[in-house]
């Protein structure tokens, strides 16, 4: 049976390890802050925007809300973007996607300060990763490397699939297995021989909203697999894109969905928040 890399359970480590951290700035005299805006009422943006406080009320990170009305212009939303770039006292803003359709979602991630984009989504973010400067990394694909380090599973040398080549998830995961020295193959709907790649695969992420599309003729004997996918069945049950109890009989280890990557990626925003404020000290 193969081990079940525990995202929740990691994730709790790392926000009692920020605690500490946030307790540490707040003796110097620093109050980590997140500006959250919400703009609409999309009901899986309220459930992560409820995640993302309870986060920080454990951590200590202090949250500030911004709930605006779906009818909010693009105008408007930049115009508290600039406020809350200037303002000395906010160390990270992210603004929730999806955005109302009156709303320029490129402009807006592009008016967030890149030394505030704890998101990660700001094209100086994106290019310092490719280019392997510091910078802020997308918080999903960070916990996912987070994830691999905390169990010891070997990225250098190793051969990584990734099924999806989006900006949120595939790109940038799959610049972070290279960095670390994993041999990075990029995958989509146009591969051909899709399964068979997969299967040459000793770290596969899988990325593409799909549920229980990776079957067990995906998956190498003993491969690691992270499921990032979270999807709704009409039974009201959540899965990942991996046919779990199937993959799980051959792959040496395996997230779970739920409890897997996403717990991760509110836990590597909140890092990245306790970072922006650490790095107004300097």
Request: aromatic content about 4%; hydrophobic content about 40%.
């Amino acid at each position: 049976m193969s081990i079940l890399i525990d995202g929740r359970k990691t994730s709790g480590i790392i926000k009692d390890e920020l605690r500490d951290q946030v307790m540490d700035l707040k003796k110097q005299g620093i109050e980590p802050t997140l500006a959250v805006v919400l703009v609409g009422e999309d009901p899986a943006s309220q459930v992560y925007v409820k995640h993302k406080k309870k986060a920080c009320e454990y951590v200590g990170v202090r949250s500030l809300s911004y709930e605006l009305p779906a009818e909010t212009t693009e105008e408007e939303l930049l115009e508290l973007i600039a406020t809350l770039n200037g303002r000395d006292d906010v160390h990270g803003i992210l603004v929730q996607l999806p955005l109302p359709k009156q709303i320029n979602e490129e402009k807006v991630l592009l008016a967030i300060d890149p030394i505030k984009d704890v998101d990660g989504f700001h094209p100086i973010s994106v290019g310092n990763l490719s280019i392997g400067r510091d910078g802020f990394v997308s918080c999903t694909p960070a916990g996912i490397i987070e994830l691999l380090k905390r169990y010891d599973i070997p990225i250098q040398g190793q051969n990584c699939v990734v099924i999806g080549r989006s900006n949120i998830v595939g790109k940038p995961v799959s610049m972070l297995l290279l960095r670390e020295s994993g041999t990075v193959t990029i995958c989509h709907s146009k591969t051909r021989d899709l399964p068979g790649v997969c299967k040459k695969a000793d770290i596969l992420v899988v990325a593409i909203g799909r549920p229980n599309f990776v079957t067990k003729d995906f998956v190498k004997e003993g491969a690691t697999i992270i499921d990032v996918g979270m999807n709704r069945l009409e039974n009201g049950k959540l899965c990942g894109d991996v046919a779990y109890d199937e993959c799980a009989e051959i792959a040496g280890a395996i997230t779970p969905v739920p409890r897997g990557v996403g717990p991760m990626t509110i836990a590597m925003l909140m890092k990245n928040c306790v970072e922006a404020a650490s790095k107004s000290l300097s």
